[in-house]
């Protein structure tokens, strides 16, 4: 079956960094576009970054630069480096796959598989 599963999640003070993980199995990891969406308490869930199958990079303006996401398809295996981080990168994070394979599909609507997310939380 599809799983997702995140890790990497923790409590950091302001400008430290945290890496995140995603495992995936169950389908053909290699094909598709993966997203790393993040939602705050009384929040929406916000696209963060994403990259399709070749390796290209997308990001939401308030992570460039201090966020970097990568892929390893041989350990199909879902990163997201996180530096510099600020108290409003608090959120629980999520990564999530998209058959379509395109930044253009952005909404959490389009993203076929999810995990059950990692907190993430950032003090001053």
């Known amino acids: 079956q599809v799983q997702l599963v995140e890790s990497g999640g923790g409590s950091e003070q302001a400008g430290g960094s945290l890496r995140l993980s995603c495992a995936v199995s169950?389908?053909?990891?290699?094909?598709?576009?993966m997203g790393w969406f993040r939602q705050a308490p009384g929040k929406g869930r916000e696209r963060v970054a994403f990259?399709?199958?070749?390796?290209?990079?997308r990001y939401t303006d308030s992570v460039k630069g201090r966020f970097t996401i990568s892929r390893d398809n041989a350990e199909n295996t879902l990163y997201l480096q996180m530096n510099s981080l600020k108290p409003e990168d608090t959120a629980m994070y999520y990564c999530?796959?998209?058959?379509?394979?395109?930044?253009?599909?952005?909404?959490?609507?389009?993203?076929?598989?999810w995990g059950q997310g990692t907190q993430v939380t950032v003090s001053l």
């Open positions: 990259i399709d199958s070749a390796g290209t990079t």
């Open positions: 169950g389908f053909t990891y290699s094909s598709y576009g």
């Open positions: 999530a796959a998209n058959s379509r394979d395109s930044w253009c599909y952005g909404g959490p609507n389009y993203y076929n598989y």
